[in-house]
C-alpha cells in the first residue's frame, strides 16, 4: 500500500459535534431510572462478577462496587454546561446533541416547571452563542415518575402526554432550535428494557414490548405531524442504533438468519419511520456475527468479547468498514443523514483517535458513494454514566475526562486529533 497522503474533504456546511444526553450529564435527576438504579445497585454490584469478563473485573474493579450504578450528580453538568460548551468550541465543534429531561419539565402530571424550561432556553442559547447547531431530543429513554406510575409507554395516554410535552418545547424553543430528534433508539429500549430485561423497566414481555413498541411509533409520527401543522422550520429526525451484521465464517446458510435479523432490526424501522422523518439520525458502535444453530434457537448472534487493540473495553469488536455498509442501505431512503452517535469506551485513549479517523474515512467514501451525509457526533462529549444495561461509570466514552470526585475536566489528546478535523472539515489520511 502506497504512503501518500489524502485529504479527504467533507461537504461544505457539514456538522461536527458530540453527543450527551440528560440523565447520563446533568445529575441529580429524578425519574424512573434513578429509582430503578437504587433498587438495582446492589443486585448489578453481585452480579458483575458473571457479567464482565475476567480482563475487565481486574482493570476496573469499579464494577464491583453499587455506587458505579447510581448516576447521582453525574457530570453536574446541570450547572457547568457554559464550561463544557466552551471546551466544545474550543475544539471546533459547530453542532452539539443534547437531551431535555422530560421529568424536570414536567415532574408531576399537568405541572409545568417554568424554571426548568428556562434552564434548557439558557442550555440552548449558550450552544448558539458559541456557534453550536442544537440538536434536540425529547426522549432519551427516562421517564417522569407519574408516567411509570400509569405503565409507562404501555398505557395509550402516555402517547397523549408526551405529545402535550412535545408541543410545549416546540413552541417554547420555536426560534432556536430546527434540528428535533423526538425519540432516541426506541428499538434498543424496546429490546433491552423490555424483552432481554437488562435496564429499567427490567421486564422480559415479549407481547408487552411489542405495544409498546407501537405506541412509541405513534408517538414519532405524531410529533412529525404536530410540527408540520404548527408550520415551524423544524427539520424532524428518527434515531436508530444499528449493528453491522455480518453472516458467520461467510458459510451460505448462516445469510438466511442474517437476512432475517437485519430486517426486523433495520428494514422495518426505515419502511415505517421513512414518511415521517426529514431525516434519519443514525447510531454505529460494532458489527454483530449471526450463526444459524441448529436445535434449539434458530437464529443466534455471537457477541466475541475479547480484550485486543482492535476492541473497546467493553469488548466490542472495532469495525470501521461497517459503518460504510450501514450508510450505504440507509441512503436508499433518499434523506439526509446525520451520524448521531459513534464511539468507544477507551479509558487509556490508545484507540479513540484511530476509531475516529478510521469511521470517519468509511463515512467520507459513502458520501462520495451518493450518501446524503450532513454531520458527524461522536459519542460522547463527556465521561458519563452509561445508560445501556446500566453500566454505569466505568466505560470512558469521553473526549473529555470527567475527575468524579472533583468533577474536573480534562481534554484527551484523542480529542485534540478531532480538532483538527473539525476545524479543517477534512480527513488527513495515508493510503
Known amino acids: 500500500m502506497d504512503e501518500e497522503q489524502k485529504n479527504l474533504k467533507f461537504p461544505e456546511g457539514f456538522l461536527w459535534g458530540a453527543a450527551t444526553s440528560a440523565h447520563q450529564v446533568e445529575g441529580n435527576n429524578h425519574n424512573d431510572w434513578t429509582e430503578w438504579e437504587k433498587a ?7 452480579e458483575a462478577g458473571g457479567k464482565w469478563q475476567k480482563w475487565q473485573q481486574k ?11 447510581i448516576s447521582g450528580r453525574a457530570c453536574d453538568h446541570y450547572n457547568l454546561y457554559e464550561k463544557d460548551f466552551d471546551i466544545a468550541k474550543s475544539l471546533g465543534h459547530n ?3 443534547f437531551s431535555i429531561e422530560w421529568s424536570r419539565i414536567e415532574p408531576e402530571e399537568g405541572k409545568f416547571n ?3 424550561i428556562e434552564h434548557y432556553r439558557q442550555v440552548i442559547l449558550a450552544l448558539r452563542a458559541r456557534g453550536l447547531e442544537p440538536f434536540v431530543t425529547l426522549w432519551h429513554w427516562t421517564n417522569p415518575i407519574w408516567i411509570r406510575d400509569i ?8 402517547i397523549e402526554y408526551f405529545l402535550r410535552y412535545t408541543k410545549l418545547m416546540f413552541r417554547e424553543y420555536r426560534d432556536l432550535v430546527r434540528f428535533w430528534m423526538p425519540l432516541n433508539e426506541p428499538g434498543t429500549q424496546i429490546s433491552l428494557g423490555h424483552i432481554l430485561g437488562k435496564q429499567p423497566p427490567g421486564e422480559k414481555k415479549l407481547l408487552k414490548a411489542n405495544k409498546i413498541f407501537k405506541h412509541l411509533i405513534i408517538a414519532h409520527k405524531e410529533a412529525f405531524t404536530l410540527s408540520r401543522q404548527l408550520q415551524y422550520p423544524f427539520e424532524i429526525g428518527a434515531s436508530h442504533f444499528m449493528f453491522y451484521f455480518m453472516a458467520y465464517n461467510n458459510y451460505l446458510w448462516n445469510y438466511i438468519p442474517k437476512t432475517i435479523i437485519s430486517y426486523l432490526a433495520d428494514r422495518r424501522f426505515f419502511k415505517v419511520f421513512n414518511n ?3 431525516f434519519f439520525g443514525i447510531q454505529y458502535y460494532q458489527p454483530f456475527i449471526v450463526k444459524l444453530k441448529i436445535g434449539g434457537r434458530v437464529l443466534g448472534i455471537i457477541e466475541n468479547k475479547q480484550p485486543g487493540e482492535k476492541r473497546s473495553d467493553l469488548g466490542w469488536e472495532i469495525f470501521p468498514k461497517g459503518i460504510y455498509h450501514n450508510l450505504l442501505k440507509v441512503a436508499k431512503y433518499n434523506k439526509p443523514i446525520y451520524i448521531t452517535e459513534n464511539g468507544l469506551a477507551d479509558s487509556d485513549d490508545s484507540r479513540r483517535e484511530s476509531f475516529i479517523k478510521d469511521h470517519l474515512f468509511w463515512i467520507n467514501k459513502a458520501i462520495n458513494k451518493g450518501a446524503d451525509i450532513r454531520g458527524y457526533f461522536h459519542w460522547s462529549l463527556l465521561d458519563n454514566f452509561e445508560l445501556p444495561e446500566v453500566r454505569g461509570f466505568w466505560p470512558k466514552f469521553g473526549l473529555v475526562e470527567i475527575d468524579y470526585e472533583t468533577m474536573e475536566r480534562k481534554i484527551r489528546p484523542s480529542a485534540m486529533e478531532y480538532a483538527k478535523i473539525c476545524k479543517n472539515n477534512s480527513l488527513i489520511f495515508h493510503d
Do not use: M, V
Open 151 to 158: 405503565g409507562g409507554w404501555h398505557n395509550p395516554k402516555t
Open 114 to 116: 417554568e424554571e426548568a
Open 59 to 69: 482493570k476496573f474493579p469499579e464494577i464491583f462496587d453499587p455506587a458505579n450504578y
Open 276 to 278: 415521517y422523518s426529514d
Open 95 to 97: 453542532a452539539h446533541r
Open 40 to 46: 438495582n445497585a446492589q443486585r448489578l454490584a453481585k
